[in-house]
């Protein structure tokens, strides 16, 4: 082949057309969102009714995993309760395969053990993809298990019965599932839309003070980003809802949960493909302070502590008013959660908790901060003496 042979050859490669395919890949799904007391009362219709959209719900199977200490703390009856739901309304429900009892608490978040036992019974009673695994329990069993789920036959649809304030107000509503690996929050984890969320008022009667308390962090988060009302009415009623009188605590749920889900489903982010995560607000140093106490601290506990830091160091930089500061301070000492915590004193440790959170964002490091009750902005860089006498001042 002489020169101009072979010019004429690279020429006509070059031109050869290119196939360029790019498409916006745009997904539908329906987040059904019940809440209700007594939810397995035979006269209930709420859990009854999520099934409703299924025209084949009698060929279906459910799977159903319930948090150790919920079903301790409600009794030898509650699974002759729930199965005794399912057969009252048998017409309008799918077939109970296997009712399982497994440990809670976040260290059911903490090894691969729970969403592998949830494949193997999805595998074991052939719960086919549009069958149900109902979770029942806090937030950590509803991660574990909805990962579980999520991974089995790529998907089967999850229900989850939330039965902490945390899981109500915030984490059931969410659609995503998180497992701990590397000492690391959430380190691994899918993201899947549950077919529906149960929030049951009477599920939360049996809690422990302290964990019905810590629930409340999230929803003062999600007040101060997004509802200035709703922090006016958290920090009136802070005393009433910290003695669990729930004229006052059920309307802060309630609107703590559809303000979660407003953000999910109206342009939110819901797979987190954005670098700004403005409902992770608080809580780049509330994961690493689980971390850090081998999650001694509760996850509520710690996005207390997380806001403080957050909201101090905003008052430092001058952009929160020492007014709104005091504010939020007092606020979240009425509802009876934490201020102070020592860990907060190890600076180097804690610090190491934005470089996580910038890997977990994506590669830059977005954190949210307030110029105020409802304005909250976006910061890419963060001054670490501030930030550190911040922390020294809350240990």
């Given at each position: 082949m002489n020169n101009d042979t072979a010019s004429a050859h690279d020429s006509t490669c070059n031109a050869a057309p290119k196939l360029v395919l790019d498409e916006r890949v745009q997904l539908s799904f329906a987040h059904r969102v019940r809440f209700t007391r007594g939810a397995f009362d035979a006269e209930n219709a709420a859990l009854r009714d999520v099934f409703a959209?299924?025209?084949?719900?009698?060929?279906?199977?459910?799977?159903?995993?319930?948090?150790?200490?919920?079903?301790?703390?409600?009794?030898?009856?509650?699974?002759?309760?729930?199965?005794?739901?399912?057969?009252?309304?048998?017409?309008?429900?799918?077939?109970?395969?296997?009712?399982?009892?497994?440990?809670g608490g976040e260290a059911a978040k903490q090894d691969s053990t729970l969403p592998d036992l949830i494949v193997e019974l999805v595998e074991k009673h052939r719960i086919c993809r549009k069958s149900f695994v109902i979770a029942i329990g806090g937030g950590a069993v509803l991660d574990a298990v909805g990962y579980g789920a999520a991974i089995a036959h790529r998907g089967v649809r999850l229900v989850r019965l939330p039965t902490t304030v945390l899981a109500q107000d915030d984490a059931a509503m969410g659609v995503k599932n998180g497992m701990n690996r590397f000492g690391k929050k959430n380190f691994v984890g899918s993201f899947a839309v549950p077919f529906a969320v149960v929030c049951d008022e009477l599920l939360l009667d049996t809690l422990p003070d302290a964990v019905f308390r810590a629930g409340f962090s999230e929803a003062v988060k999600i007040a101060l980003l997004k509802d200035p009302a709703l922090f006016a009415l958290i920090e009136?009623?802070?005393?009433?809802?910290?003695?669990?009188?729930?004229?006052?605590?059920?309307?802060?749920?309630?609107?703590?949960?559809?303000l979660h889900l407003r953000h999910i489903v109206d342009g939110g982010d819901p797979f987190e493909a954005n670098?700004?995560?403005?409902?992770?607000?608080?809580?780049?140093?509330?994961?690493?302070?689980?971390?850090?106490?081998?999650?001694?601290?509760?996850?509520?506990?710690?996005?207390?502590?997380?806001?403080?830091?957050?909201?101090?160091?905003?008052?430092?930089?001058?952009?929160?008013?020492?007014?709104?500061?005091?504010r939020i301070h007092s606020c979240i000492a009425m509802l009876g959660l934490p201020t102070r915590h020592p860990m907060l004193g190890n600076h180097t440790a804690l610090l190491h908790g934005l470089d996580e959170f910038r890997e977990h964002l994506g590669g830059t490091l977005t954190i949210t901060m307030l110029r105020g009750l409802g304005n909250s902005f976006e910061v890419h860089e963060v001054d670490s003496v501030l930030m550190r006498r911040a922390a020294e001042e809350l240990a």
């Open positions: 959209s299924d025209a084949a719900i009698r060929s279906r199977r459910a799977l159903i995993v319930v948090d150790r200490g919920v079903a301790a703390a409600h009794g030898a009856m509650f699974e002759s309760r729930v199965r005794a739901y399912f057969e009252a309304h048998a017409a309008s429900m799918p077939t109970i395969v296997e009712f399982v009892v497994v440990a009136r009623d802070a005393a009433a809802i910290a003695a669990r009188v729930l004229d006052a605590a059920s309307p802060v749920i309630r609107r703590s949960a559809e670098e700004a995560r403005p409902l992770d607000f608080g809580h780049w140093a509330a994961h690493r302070l689980e971390s850090m106490s081998g999650h001694a601290i509760s996850h509520g506990d710690a996005v207390a502590l997380g806001l403080l830091l957050d909201c101090r160091y905003a008052q430092l930089k001058g952009w929160l008013s020492d007014a709104d500061y005091t």
